[in-house]
């Protein structure tokens, strides 16, 4: 897969444009793991959403952005993933292989609970979103075998060690952004699992968006997180090309 475009669960209207905007996977957002009224609402749209999807000819793959392993709504997360019938779920701030081993025991009991084949959800670790899970990335070799990919952000690493914000510092290796970058690709590897680059953040620029595409292509990311429908074409060209030279 090359693209996986994150959308609000909630919102019906952004779903429909999803669904047939080329992406080759869907993120589904539940919201503030902390709000659990909003939070029941979007698990109920996803819900709607997953099963009503099962039914199209063609549709993209379908994951489930959980909260946290220590939040209070990861359980009735994972419920509406493996209930509805979710192809995985994106782990938020994943610490290495131990919360690998943890969420693939909580899924294989929801499995087994709604009559789901054993290792159907796939596990996709957000792994850079804690300065602890930096020292945890090569652990991820052999946790698994439902972990399918680890996925680099620095949005929540930055707020985490209070760093300002600067568009460039993930691709400066001097920079604790460009390091955890680096290390989640050679984690990647060791794992023999696919590396998912970071989502660009400004749906307008396109030709940003673009160079860091080939930023990430070049670097060995199989794949990129969207934000925006309109970011998909371009990604999805990028990663189906060879690795380009800068």
């Not at 609000?8 to 779903?15: F, N, S, V, Y």
């Not at 793959?61 to 019938?85: H, K, M, Q, Y």
């Not at 020292?135 to 399918?148: D, H, N, P, V, W």
């Not at 990430?216 to 997180?225: C, E, H, M, P, S």
Request: net charge negative; with cysteine.
């Amino acid at each position: 897969m090359r693209s996986y475009l994150l959308v609000g669960a909630a919102r019906d209207d952004e779903l429909a444009v999803a669904l047939s905007c080329g992406a080759d996977a869907l993120v589904l957002d539940l919201g503030d793991w902390a709000n659990g009224g909003e939070r029941a609402r979007a698990r109920e749209a996803a819900r709607r959403f997953l099963l009503g999807a099962q039914g199209a000819a063609k549709r993209p793959a379908s994951f489930v952005l959980v909260a946290p392993l220590d939040s209070a709504a990861i359980d009735d997360d994972l419920e509406t993933a493996v209930s509805a019938g979710a192809d995985g779920v994106f782990l938020s701030r994943a610490c290495g292989g131990a919360s690998i081993q943890h969420l693939s025991a909580k899924l294989a009991a929801q499995e087994a609970e709604c009559g789901r084949d054993d290792g159907a959800t796939r596990i996709v670790a957000l792994a850079t979103q804690t300065p602890s899970a930096i020292f945890e990335l090569a652990t991820y070799a052999g946790a698994s075998r439902r972990l399918a990919a680890l996925a680099f952000d620095f949005a929540a690493l930055r707020l985490a060690i209070g760093a300002q914000a600067e568009r460039a510092a993930q691709q400066d290796q001097t920079t604790p952004f460009g390091f955890a970058r680096a290390a989640m690709l050679f984690a990647a590897a060791t794992a023999r699992v696919a590396a998912i680059d970071r989502p660009f953040p400004d749906a307008g620029d396109e030709s940003g968006l673009r160079e860091e595409c080939l930023a990430a292509r070049r670097d060995g990311f199989a794949a990129k997180l969207a934000v925006h429908p309109s970011q998909i074409l371009l990604i999805n060209e990028t990663f189906a090309q060879d690795p380009p030279t800068l």
